[in-house]
């Protein structure tokens, strides 16, 4: 596990994706978090001691679960502060990273972030989650955006079958999992890499919910 932030920039090290375009923009996207924190509380400040770890590394360790050959599009959920989001779209430029998030604030920090680090394919999608255009994406990703079951009523309308989810759940991970009921998939959860005690629930959706209390499933 990873401890401590010399863990985490050794960590990164060790990635391809990581070169030294990705290392500028990771810096810059660190030293932009920590001012705009003083105006908005988009993480906790005690985080910011341990934002590489807590934050970069805790993002970016979701690329190891990704097929290299993976294209995207990479749909986040419910996007926030821009993790994993904004992580992705600085180690992986080309790929269109699309980044849900309702709060205005929230979009025009986001904004800002992916003009600053000209990231041309992420893309903010300013509105809530319902709202969005349905379209299939290659990877889902959700850290702290909705207990397992809800999420995946809201957002199976952009999975295949092919379609990757990772999704950080913190401790609840297995429970949540094990509770889920109502749907075919092949999930399993993988520990965390920055917090032993967190879990990741990642794998593929293979049907979507069939019709239960009046909700009718999706064509």
Do not use: Y
């Not at 807590?54 to 599009?73: F, K, N, Y």
């Not at 999704?167 to 520990?191: D, I, T």
């Not at 032993?196 to 069939?210: P, T, V, Y």
């Amino acid at each position: 596990m990873i401890e401590d932030e010399a863990g985490a920039l050794a960590w990164l090290e060790q990635w391809p994706e990581f070169d030294d375009a990705a290392r500028v923009r990771l810096q810059r996207l660190v030293a932009m978090l920590k001012a705009e924190n003083e105006r908005q509380n988009l993480v906790s400040a005690a985080s910011l001691d341990e934002v590489w770890r807590r934050h970069i590394v805790d993002s970016a360790q979701l690329l190891a679960h990704v097929p290299r050959e993976t294209s995207g599009p990479w749909l986040d959920l419910g996007t926030g502060a821009g993790f994993p989001g904004l992580v992705i779209a600085a180690l992986r430029p080309d790929m269109p990273v699309l980044m849900v998030e309702s709060r205005a604030r929230r979009i025009a920090w986001l904004e800002s972030v992916c003009e600053a680090l000209d990231l041309v394919h992420a893309s903010v999608l300013g509105s809530r989650l319902e709202q969005v255009e349905t379209e299939a994406v290659s990877v889902i990703s959700a850290r702290a955006f909705a207990p397992l079951a809800r999420l995946l009523e809201l957002s199976a309308r952009f999975s295949t079958k092919a379609t990757l989810w990772l999704l950080p759940k913190g401790r609840s991970a297995g429970q949540e999992l094990a509770e889920l009921s109502g749907w075919q998939h092949m999930f399993h959860v993988e520990p965390s890499l920055t917090d032993g005690e967190a879990g990741i629930i990642i794998g593929h959706l293979e049907q979507r919910q069939k019709a239960t209390r009046g909700i009718m499933p999706r064509a």
